[in-house]
């Protein structure tokens, strides 16, 4: 986002009044308790790899290796990491485009992982994606109505005055002439061809949507639109993200909460502020000392933090915590233990034997769990060991 751009922040609440959401360093906009809107439950995704006449399965690809959060309704939720981390494949997941390998999915308390097409088409209605290139996502041999137009065809959804009025309505929604409804993509630049993909998720009002780097493929000064336009839908519309990105200021402006993926695990998950604020695994660490400061007097006085080597193949991960082999903290403990995702913090999760910003680790969780009496009971309540 370029700086001449402005980026309105202002967020409604349940009650209908409107409080200014914080910028980059303020507090993040309260989100409503409640159920979840969505649930993942150590989610997996390995694909097999063949070898020989046979085609027989030799190896895995651990794209994915057990992952777990939740998105309540009406908040955003970032998911990042670097390239190849399994951020797309798990949203792919979440759609059902992809079946899971293992794990659990649950929308509004229905168990989705294993839905038949059949059974999951009414609910394609309350689950969309945005895609992240909007060159390929668009066909090039329909027109902007055919494309916008599909979802209310494919649900047989009868509107009040037909389906050309409602797509017009909604090009119109989105910042687009409703005149060009008869036009092809190739007639639009990558920010309006982002806008029709957008208009087409909004076609049937769904309740979720899962944003797979909706502005990576754009322009920077179209960035900040896209952006804005986004969350202006969402207080419009009652929207949920689940918004998959690479770009860590675009994250930090648009989530609620956000979650950092390594090589197919997440290892760290809390409230944005307090995750850009003080980051707790080392990986983290990392990724943010890496986002550009445009005022140079505070440039000089952040550490820059250089992982050593590359990152390790899917096909082998490490044993253990799977970022020891380029971590400056890992220890023997690193290498045989693998770290579970517990809370630190209130509403602070992290993956580390050796987590910065705290003085708890997750073994130390861990432990005092395993000790801690059952609820309703006290220490004295438990029976004396056996002589």
């Known amino acids: 986002m370029t700086g001449n751009e402005t980026v309105s922040t202002d967020k409604t609440t349940a009650e ?7 910028d980059s360093a303020g507090d993040a906009r309260p989100i409503a308790d409640g159920e979840p809107l969505l649930e993942v439950d150590g989610l997996g995704k390995h694909f097999p790899v063949t070898a020989g006449l046979l085609r027989r399965q030799v190896a895995a690809v651990k794209a994915v290796d057990g992952v777990s959060f939740s998105v309540r309704k009406g908040e955003t939720l970032g998911l990042v990491g670097e390239s190849g981390c399994g951020k797309s494949t798990t949203g792919r997941m979440i759609m059902r485009l992809l079946d899971p390998s293992f794990g659990k999915i649950t929308f509004e308390g229905e168990d989705i992982t294993t839905m038949s097409q059949g059974r999951l088409r009414p ?4 689950l969309q994606m945005i895609f992240q290139d909007p060159y390929s996502s668009l066909n090039p041999r329909k ?10 065809r494919l649900q047989n959804i009868k509107t009040e005055n037909g389906v050309k009025r409602a797509v017009q309505d909604i090009l119109e929604l989105v910042g687009l002439n409703p005149e060009h409804y008869n036009r092809y993509p190739h007639e639009f630049s990558g920010g309006q061809r ?9 076609a049937l009002k769904p309740k979720l949507i899962v ?3 909706p502005v990576s493929a754009l322009d920077v000064s179209v960035q900040a639109q896209v952006v804005n336009l986004l969350e202006d839908l969402q207080d419009e519309l009652d929207l949920t993200y689940v ?5 860590l200021s675009v994250v930090r402006h648009i989530s609620d909460r956000v979650a950092v993926m390594y090589l197919g695990k997440i290892v760290e998950i809390a409230d944005r502020n307090d995750l850009y604020e003080r980051p707790m695994h080392p990986y983290t660490n990392a990724l943010l ?3 550009p400061i445009p005022d140079p007097a505070e440039r000089g006085e952040r550490k820059r933090i250089r992982l050593q080597g590359d990152v390790p193949s899917p096909l082998d991960p490490p044993p253990a915590c799977r970022f020891h082999t380029r971590c400056w903290k890992a220890q023997d403990i690193c290498k045989q233990v693998e770290p579970p995702l517990v809370e630190l913090s209130p509403g602070h999760e992290a993956a580390c034997h050796f987590p910065e910003n705290t003085t708890v680790s997750a073994t130390d ?3 005092k769990a395993a000790v801690a009496p059952a609820p309703g009971t006290t220490a004295a309540d438990d029976p004396a060991p056996e002589a």
């Open 123 to 126: 609910l394609r209605r309350d």
């Open 365 to 367: 969780e861990v432990a």
């Open 143 to 152: 027109t902007v109505g055919a494309i916008v137009g599909a979802p209310f």
């Open 289 to 291: 000392s890496a986002v």
């Open 16 to 22: 209908g009044t409107t409080v200014p959401a914080a």
């Open 243 to 247: 918004v998959i990105a690479h770009d």
């Open 211 to 213: 944003a797979d780097e």
């Open 194 to 202: 982002q806008r029709i993909g957008i208009a087409r998720t909004l």
